[in-house]
């Protein structure tokens, strides 16, 4: 299995980014996905989690409002839109496939496989 995460960058306070993450290996349709990311020095934290049927998606409350996900199952890649950034976004992002429950969905651990990293800096 390969989760290949892909369009950070560097980005001013109030811009957008979209990050991608192509899968492979693994019967995408059935895996609910989600985006976690880890700022130096902090604990990995959750972003957002789409359910494998697709739908609106769950997200943080910090990111609530300004971030959107999106997955195309024809594709086998998920997508993180990313509006209003401020510096406090800037991190490393993962994304992550697996099957939690709806109640665990923000729960790193229901998480089997994990992308490489992409990394997002936002200036001020």
């Known amino acids: 299995v390969q989760l290949q995460a892909s369009g950070g960058g560097l980005v001013q306070a109030g811009g957008s980014l979209r990050l991608s993450c192509a899968a492979s290996?693994?019967?995408?349709?059935?895996?609910?996905m989600a985006w976690f990311r880890q700022a130096p020095g902090k604990e990995r934290e959750f972003v957002s989690a789409?359910?494998?049927?697709?739908?609106?998606?769950y997200f943080a409350d910090s990111v609530k409002g300004r971030f959107t996900i999106s997955r195309d199952n024809a594709k086998n890649t998920v997508y993180l839109q990313m509006n209003s950034l401020k510096p406090e976004d800037t991190a490393v992002y993962y994304c992550?496939?697996?099957?939690?429950?709806?109640?665990?969905?923000?729960?790193?651990?229901?998480?089997?496989?994990w992308g490489q990293g992409t990394q997002v800096t936002v200036s001020s």
């Open positions: 992550a496939a697996g099957r939690p429950i709806q109640s665990y969905l923000s729960d790193s651990t229901a998480y089997n496989y």
């Open positions: 789409i359910k494998w049927s697709g739908g609106n998606g």
């Open positions: 290996g693994l019967t995408f349709r059935m895996y609910a």
